[in-house]
């Protein structure tokens, strides 16, 4: 089958930097793609990487290990606004994104 | 980045109407458009896929007769929720496809519409 596993829940402290992970399982793979949800809203497009390695975009990073199914999104500099969820989508052999619950990280000051 | 519009962003029905949801890319020509629908605090969840010129593709649970779905230009789908219940009530929401980048799998979203049905 096909599954996403991400953390819940993480909590940062204003100008920090988290790393949130994720692994997953499809059937077959094009790519994976980070977005940025916050309530009540729709997702928005942070990232996508295809080939291995780390991908840097302002204080957004997103690396990838294909061989080990693992991706994680690196946020420095965290500010307020950073609190939302954030989606973890690999793409499968039909070019469908695969969705989990994603991560709700709540930043303090 | 591109941009996709949905119009409404909220809508408030009786239980048995009909509400149609447009989803609009603005800058882009989208050959294909998909519609998801997300419960609060749940995941996305994908109900179709539009193609342009052509019927959309549901996903496994989803009625295709109560979700009609058409997709006449490569600018713009619609969605119509047929004979409304308050079970359908959620937050739905398009995402299209934009070929013209790099990244050509990148899906870029709409806002949402929040359909109420009562």
């Known amino acids: 089958g096909q599954n996403i596993d991400q953390p819940t829940e993480m909590t940062a402290t204003e100008g920090a930097i988290v790393q949130i992970n994720c692994t997953y399982q499809?059937?077959?793979?094009?790519?994976l793609f980070w977005y940025q949800q916050h309530a009540g809203e729709a997702p928005t497009f942070l990232s996508y990487n295809v080939l291995d390695g780390l991908e840097e975009k302002g204080r957004f990073s997103s690396f990838l290990s294909r061989s080990k199914g693992y991706s994680y999104l690196l946020l420095k500099e965290l500010q307020m606004k950073d609190s939302a969820s954030y989606l973890c989508a690999p793409m499968d052999s039909n070019y469908q994104l695969i969705w989990g619950a994603g991560t709700k990280l709540i930043i303090k000051p | 980045g591109a941009v996709v519009s949905q119009h409404p962003s909220r809508v408030i029905c009786k239980s048995g109407t009909s509400v149609k949801i447009e989803c609009r890319s603005l800058d882009f020509q989208a050959t294909t458009m998909f519609w998801y629908r997300q419960f609060p605090k749940q995941s996305l969840m994908l109900m179709a896929t539009?193609?342009?010129?052509?019927?959309?593709?549901?996903e496994q649970g989803v009625e295709k007769d109560k979700f009609l779905i058409n997709h006449a230009s490569l600018t713009l789908s619609t969605l119509t929720v047929t004979s409304a219940h308050p079970e359908d009530s959620s937050f739905y929401i398009c995402?299209?496809?934009?070929?013209?980048?790099?990244?050509?799998?990148?899906?870029?979203f709409g806002p949402g519409t929040r359909l109420l049905v009562l």
């Open positions: 995402s299209a496809r934009d070929l013209s980048g790099g990244a050509e799998e990148t899906q870029y």
């Open positions: 499809t059937s077959g793979f094009n790519g």
């Open positions: 539009s193609n342009e010129g052509s019927k959309a593709t549901y």
